[in-house]
T-cell receptor
Framework: DAKTTQPPSMDCAEGRAANLPCNHSTISGNEYVYWYRQIHSQGPQYIIHGLKNNETNEMASLIITEDRKSSTLILPHATLRDTAVYYCIVLYNFNKFYFGSGTKLNVKP | NAGVTQTPKFQVLKTGQSMTLQCAQDMNHNSMYWYRQDPGMGLRLIYYSASEGTTDKGEVPNGYNVSRLNKREFSLRLESAAPSQTSVYFC??????????????FGAGTRLSVL
C-alpha cells in the first residue's frame, strides 16, 4: 500500500509562501497524489491532485519530483485562514485513501 | 446545492445500543465513503461504495454495516455500539473511484459518543 510521510507541524508567516513536503517513496506508476486540508473539525477539503506533471489551481501549486517519490504543496501567499491540517494522500488499491496524520500548518501574523 | 448532508450532527449512545448514520449527496456522484476520525488522528476508511449496488470494506470495517440505498444515499449502521466507536464520522462522495476522478467531497460530520 502506498503510504505517505509528512512533518507533524510547520510554521509560516502570513503573506509568505508555505511549502509543505510529502514523501511517498512506494508510489506506483499509475497512482495519483492528492492533497486535502482540514480546518478545525470540519470535513476535509480538496486542494489539488496530480500524477507526474506540476499542477496549479486557484488554491495552490503541486510540485512532484521526477522520480515521483516526493511532492511539495505550495500555498503562494498564506493567510491566517490557511491554518489547518494538510494531508498528502496516495490512492491505494485503486480507490482507497490513506490519510495518515498530516501536517499542522500554523500561519502566524 | 447542499453537497453532502449527514444526519444527525451529534449523538450519544449507551453501550449496546444501535443506530444508523445517514448520508445523502446531491451531486449525482457514483462513489460514496464512510470514514471515522479519532482525536488527533487522520481519517480512516470504514466502508465505501464504488457505485450503486456495490459496497466494500475499508481499513476499519469491524463493528459496522453499510447500505447503499440508492445513488444518493449511503448509510452506516452500528448494530451494538461500543465505547471504542466514539469518534467523528465523515461521509464523502466522488464522481468515481478511479485514480484521476477521486476528488472527494465531505459532509460536516457526525460526532458520536458511546458511554
Amino acid at each position: 500500500d502506498a503510504k505517505t510521510t509528512q512533518p507533524p507541524s510547520m510554521d509560516c508567516a502570513e503573506g509568505r509562501a508555505a511549502n509543505l513536503p510529502c514523501n511517498h517513496s512506494t508510489i506506483s506508476g499509475n497512482e495519483y497524489v492528492y492533497w486535502y486540508r482540514q480546518i478545525h473539525s470540519q470535513g476535509p477539503q480538496y486542494i489539488i491532485h496530480g500524477l507526474k506533471n506540476n499542477e496549479t489551481n486557484e488554491m495552490a501549486s503541486l510540485i512532484i519530483t521526477e522520480d515521483r517519490k516526493s511532492s511539495t504543496l505550495i500555498l503562494p501567499h498564506a493567510t491566517l485562514r490557511d491554518t489547518a491540517v494538510y494531508y498528502c494522500i496516495v490512492l491505494y488499491n485503486f480507490n482507497k485513501f490513506y490519510f495518515g496524520s498530516g501536517t499542522k500548518l500554523n500561519v502566524k501574523p | 446545492n447542499a453537497g453532502v448532508t449527514q444526519t444527525p450532527k451529534f449523538q450519544v449512545l449507551k453501550t449496546g445500543q444501535s443506530m444508523t448514520l445517514q448520508c445523502a449527496q446531491d451531486m449525482n456522484h457514483n462513489s460514496m465513503y464512510w470514514y471515522r476520525q479519532d482525536p488527533g488522528m487522520g481519517l480512516r476508511l470504514i466502508y465505501y461504495s464504488a457505485s450503486e449496488g456495490t459496497t466494500d470494506k475499508g481499513e476499519v470495517p469491524n463493528g459496522y454495516n453499510v447500505s447503499r440505498l440508492n445513488k444518493r444515499e449511503f448509510s452506516l449502521r452500528l448494530e451494538s455500539a461500543a465505547p471504542s466507536q466514539t469518534s467523528v464520522y465523515f461521509c464523502a462522495s466522488s464522481e468515481g473511484s478511479w485514480q484521476s476522478k477521486n476528488i472527494q467531497y465531505f459532509g460536516a460530520g457526525t460526532r458520536l459518543s458511546v458511554l
